[in-house]
């Protein structure tokens, strides 16, 4: 094979691109990461794709053509993170490379990673011959340092958004956090790549937005996100969901993070689904692939933590999500948690969004008034 | 026992085993009334909005058998039928929809987990659990079991023969008969590519098999192939799909795309249906290659009619001139009406 200059282009995933910039840059390659979902790529990918495939495939496709389309003189690896499954998730890079070939671009190969799937005997080796053409020929040592950089900096990004969504709805001056926020999203991308520096940085930034003045208190209502990966958690594809509920005065929580779904799908695995089972008991007790289950126990297990309602976030035509939709409706009358199901796709207007989340959310802090009404009425009765 | 069985989803793939099965343990089998408005209204006001058609004309189904005099609805969860393949996930949770859209009636509904065609042990357990829900004794299930992959394996020839399935259910007692009965050969073929609960719903896809057949051409259906010739197509499509049937759909139409005695594919699929998306590009894009034509036909509780017969014809005329016989002459394009069925003579 000759000696091309690789260039490698990632999904863009909330502010975790960062990780995936660094990972490939420790293995000395150079990256490009698509620009964050706007309607140009849009546009690209829904006018390419079959018209009722997922919306996560439409942006994604859309992202790496635009890649593709402005830089005609370099040679890309595509990375596409797929699973086996019964969801469609696990079909997207050939049909990537059939509709990218299609349309005329050659200087690409895609590279997909999957888990482990069987017959075993062949699932192993397929796996490893993967990875190698994922990161080519390396000293072992440099790949397991670029996986555990590129894990810090998830684990940081993870931590910091945490921080803002907390603080947002307490800040004293609107828009003060989410400022340092920026600051640091943009210093951990650019940390050294050194464990206990990415630490120091996380650290110091974390300080920053504590002695952001604020006023702490823990009466605000509580709203709990579900739904499908990709759109749960990248901000461009959801239209900044989190950041708007937490500007309404909400204390708003995701379920789905990189972090912990990496930790329930690959290494705690097993645990992860005897867990789930145990939930979902009488509503879903069957595998369905994608998030399904996970939205259903998900939100059983906000409203055990006194949540007070929950927002479902799914692709318009989502096989999982959509079973899971039909069965949440009874999940949320047995349990008593209003679930507002929100399907995102190419038309998604984001007048009409916000209206229905302001609803949502006036109907839960109404809700929580009654409640507190109905506890004093006991009382005082008593 | 009386025990209702929703015409819809994989009655059309399975319904000679159930047959077997419940016949031969002496319960007496309701079938609904094929696809109908009435159905699917009923289908649509008791589902979610976002869920693809064919789903919600089984809810209309397995509503009005509960609405009637049965004992039990027979949803099966039908979880694989290859190994390592899985069916949707729609329909892999379909009896916890069912017991979630009726709630009141969820003690009614007879449900196992099916493994098929990954030999008969599977199938075997499942039946056990129904014989146990349905209280028979064990000896009477096993041979209900027995009985039941007979008539599946019988179904399966007269399907290799050339035979729809709509003449398997017509024909169910007598299947024998109908393997040794030939299939008239027209000038004309045209193969349907889909799922079969969407190519034989002959109320959700307008009616597209007579619709051909009335026109003087003959049709062969994706199920008809055996799995075996059509291997080879995972080559071209990379990586195979996860969905037994959507691969059957995939690399049975693309057999057919190659076969010289085939003159068009028409693919039919229902509204929303996610997993057809994938295989219908596959379709477009190898019939780009190869050049035969190729219509999609997506339905939904709105499909009318008329627009519906106009594709037809137009896409009957297109494999006539790609034949070299020129389009239909000014006489025979009459337009008339037998049973409500429109009808144009090739």
């Known amino acids: ?382 | 026992m009386k025990i209702g069985i929703p015409r819809a989803l994989y009655f059309y793939v399975y319904y000679p085993m159930w047959y077997g099965f419940f016949s031969s343990l002496g319960h007496e089998m309701k079938l609904s009334i094929p696809t109908n408005k009435e159905i699917i209204n009923l289908g649509v006001s008791h589902s979610v909005d976002d869920i693809c058609i064919s789903v919600k004309v089984f809810h209309g189904h397995v509503k009005y058998l509960l609405n009637k005099d049965v004992d039990f609805v027979f949803v099966p969860r039908i979880a694989s039928e290859e190994k390592y393949k899985y069916t949707c996930p729609k329909l892999a949770a379909l009896p916890d929809l069912m017991k979630s859209a009726f709630v009141s009636d969820a003690g009614r509904i007879l449900t196992a987990t099916f493994y098929t065609r990954q030999g008969d042990k599977p199938i075997i357990e499942a039946f056990e659990e129904i014989g146990r829900q349905l209280g028979d004794p064990e000896e009477k299930v096993k041979r209900a079991t027995k009985e039941g992959i007979k008539y599946q394996n019988l179904a399966t020839k007269a399907l290799r023969s050339g035979h729809t399935f709509l003449d398997i259910v017509k024909n169910i007692k007598n299947l024998e008969e109908l393997i040794k009965r030939p299939v008239e050969k027209k000038r004309y073929t045209v193969a349907l590519a889909g799922f079969p609960y969407d190519v034989y719903d002959t109320f959700t896809n307008g009616d597209v098999i007579s619709k051909l057949e009335d026109s003087g051409v003959g049709i062969v259906t994706t199920d008809m192939l055996d799995p075996k010739v059509y291997k080879h197509y995972s080559k071209y499509m990379i990586k195979d799909l996860f969905w037994y049937q959507a691969n059957a759909a995939a690399k049975g139409g693309m057999y057919y795309i190659d076969s010289p005695d085939i003159d068009g594919i028409i693919s039919i699929s229902s509204f929303n249906c996610g997993i057809s998306s994938i295989y219908q590009k596959l379709l477009d894009l190898y019939s780009k290659e190869i050049g035969k034509p190729v219509m999609h036909i997506i339905v939904d509780e709105q499909t009318g009619d008329a627009g519906l017969a106009t594709r037809i014809e137009a896409f009957i005329d297109l494999i006539r001139v790609k034949r070299g016989d020129g389009l239909v002459s000014q006489e025979n394009n009459l337009h008339g009406t037998e049973n409500g069925v429109h009808v144009r003579s090739v």
């Open chain 1, 1 to 382: 094979m000759s000696r091309k200059k690789i260039t490698y282009t990632v999904p863009r995933m909330g502010y975790t691109y960062a990780a995936f910039e660094s990972f490939f840059k420790i293995l000395g390659y150079d990256v490009i990461i698509p620009e964050p979902t706007n309607t140009e790529t849009i546009k690209e990918g829904v006018s390419n794709s079959p018209e009722y495939m997922c919306f996560p495939f439409k942006i994604l496709l859309g992202q790496f053509e635009r890649v593709l389309e402005k830089n005609p003189d370099r040679y890309f690896k595509v990375v596409s993170l797929e699973s086996y499954g019964p969801c469609r998730f696990g079909y997207y890079s050939p049909l990537y490379y059939k509709i990218l070939r299609d349309k005329g671009f050659t200087n690409f190969e895609i590279v997909n990673i999957e888990g482990i799937y069987p017959p075993l005997y062949k699932g192993i080796p397929r796996f490893f011959k993967k990875l190698v053409k994922l990161t080519g020929w390396h000293a072992p040592w440099t790949v397991v340092k670029a996986f555990v950089i590129a894990g810090w900096k998830v684990y940081a990004l993870e931590q910091l958004e945490k921080k803002l969504y907390h603080l947002i709805p307490r800040e004293k001056v609107t828009g003060s956090t989410e400022k340092i926020f920026n600051a640091a999203v943009e210093r951990i991308r650019h940390a050294p790549n050194k464990v206990k520096a990415i630490k120091k940085i996380l650290n110091e930034e974390l300080e920053k937005m504590e002695n952001n003045p604020h006023v702490e208190r823990d009466d605000l209502p509580k709203i709990g996100l579900v739904g499908e990966a990709y759109i749960l958690m990248d901000y461009s594809n959801n239209l900044d969901i989190e950041k708007k509920l937490a500007y309404m005065g909400v204390d708003v929580d995701r379920s789905l993070r990189v972090t912990n779904w990496t930790l329930d799908r690959l290494i705690k695995a097993k645990s992860h689904k005897a867990h789930m089972l145990e939930v979902n008991k009488g509503y879903l007790d069957f595998f369905i692939g994608g998030d399904g289950q996970e939205s259903i126990m998900n939100t059983i297990l906000y409203k055990k933590a006194g949540y007070d309602g929950v927002i479902q976030a799914q692709p318009f035509g989502c096989l999982p999500e959509t079973a899971a939709k039909e069965i949440l409706t009874k999940v949320s009358e047995d349990y008593d948690i209003p679930v507002l199901s929100l399907a995102f796709d190419e038309q998604t207007g984001e007048a009409g969004f916000v209206t229905r989340l302001e609803a949502f959310v006036d109907m839960i802090k109404s809700r929580r008034q009654m409640k507190e009404e109905k506890k004093e009425s006991v009382t005082v009765e008593n």
